[in-house]
């Protein structure tokens, strides 16, 4: 398994990560079909992210992509130390070091970067991803309450964070 960063010459796979995810979990924000095939809007979205000096890494195997992070940070000067962190990872690869090693990735680029906090939401129920999450530094910060709509039901999500390095 490689983890590295995005290319352009990913958006196909990528986008067909993307809607595999949709596909078998309820966790990802978009239902089944809900993601509209436009590489070129991906390719677009993909150079942005790199025009904007912010993350994107996927984690591969055998050319296939298993999994992927992504972090943007604030613009404003206010929000600009702190990054929002959205990741999946294709229900066969769970529990073999994905998620750890994509995280460590982040860290590593947050750090680098000035970063000072990280930041995520995660449905309440979501017990792998959350005890990821915490394994690698995360804590609950407060709750959500009916924050997702699945399956004709309310869901909470906590909001969690990582602060990684004391203030300037």
Request: net charge negative; hydrophobic share 40%; proline share 1%.
């Amino acid at each position: 398994m490689m983890i590295r960063s995005i290319k352009i010459g990913d958006a196909e796979k990528f986008w067909q990560l993307q809607s595999e995810l949709d596909k078998e979990t309820k966790f990802m924000m978009l239902e089944p079909d809900e993601r509209e095939k436009d590489i070129d809007r991906t390719k677009g979205m993909i150079e942005s992210i790199r025009k904007a000096n912010d993350f994107l890494f996927v984690a591969e195997e055998s050319g296939v992509l298993i999994g992927f992070i992504t972090a943007g940070r604030g613009s404003a000067n206010r929000i600009k130390h702190r990054a929002y962190v959205v990741m999946g990872i294709k229900e066969e690869f769970h529990g073999r070091g994905v998620g750890t090693k994509l995280l460590n990735e982040l860290d590593r680029w947050a750090l680098e970067q000035g970063i000072h906090r990280l930041e995520l939401t995660v449905m309440t129920h979501n017990v792998k991803a959350l005890t990821l999450y915490e394994k690698c530094g995360f804590v609950i910060e407060g709750v959500k309450k009916d924050s997702m709509f699945v399956d004709g039901e309310y869901i909470d999500e906590y909001y969690m964070g990582k602060i990684l390095k004391s203030s300037a």
